[in-house]
Structures are given as structure tokens and as C-alpha cells.
């Protein structure tokens, strides 16, 4: 899963096809009902190389964009990407769970 600013939350699926580089595809679905967007997919196909520190990327590769209807409307091939690292700290601990009681559920005649 992957954040844009301006395309909202994306999946996507990514191959290894180097030491430090992979072929991406993320999927970004536009829901947003303002008529500064209109709905469906944008795709982007590229191909990444994380660098020697490992926290950053770059890639280059096409981006597709498709009505709900499937039909390719916008295609940009040479599309730019970076990325960097985020480190995301572990949640505080939430305590022992509290000891219940389990209780078999009958259904109603």
C-alpha cells in the first residue's frame, strides 16, 4: 500500500529484479466526487532502484489513466518517482488483556 498526496492511498504489487531494484505497479482508484477529479484508476508501471543506504529510492516509468470503463484515456510514459524511507516506531505496549470469560452462544427458536 502507498501514499500520494494528490492520488490518495494506492496498492500495489512489486518483483525483484536486481540486488537493489524491483519492477512496481501501484493501482490508485479516484473516488473523489468534487469535479476536480474524475473516477477511475491510475496506474503507475515503474521500475525502482533503492540506493546504497538503503532509505531512499528512484524510478522512472508510465502512468495510465483509465476511466470505470477500462478504456485508456491519459498514458505519460518517462514519469519520475522518488521515495524515502519512513520508519514507523512499534506501538506502545497495551498491557496484559484482561482475563473474560467465554460463553457459548444459543441461538433463539
Known sequence: MTRSDNAGTGV??????????ADVLFVFQDIDPS?????GTA??????????????????????VRPPDGTLTFEADGFAFTADRV???PLPGFGTPAAGTSAAATPAP
Do not use: N, Y
Open 35 to 39: 469535479a476536480a477529479f474524475a473516477p
Open 12 to 21: 500495489g504489487v512489486w518483483e525483484a529484479t536486481g540486488e537493489r531494484s
Open 43 to 64: 496506474t503507475f508501471l515503474l521500475a525502482v532502484t533503492v540506493d546504497e543506504t538503503e532509505d531512499a529510492l528512484i524510478g522512472s516509468g508510465a502512468l495510465q
Open 87 to 89: 520508519v514507523v516506531a
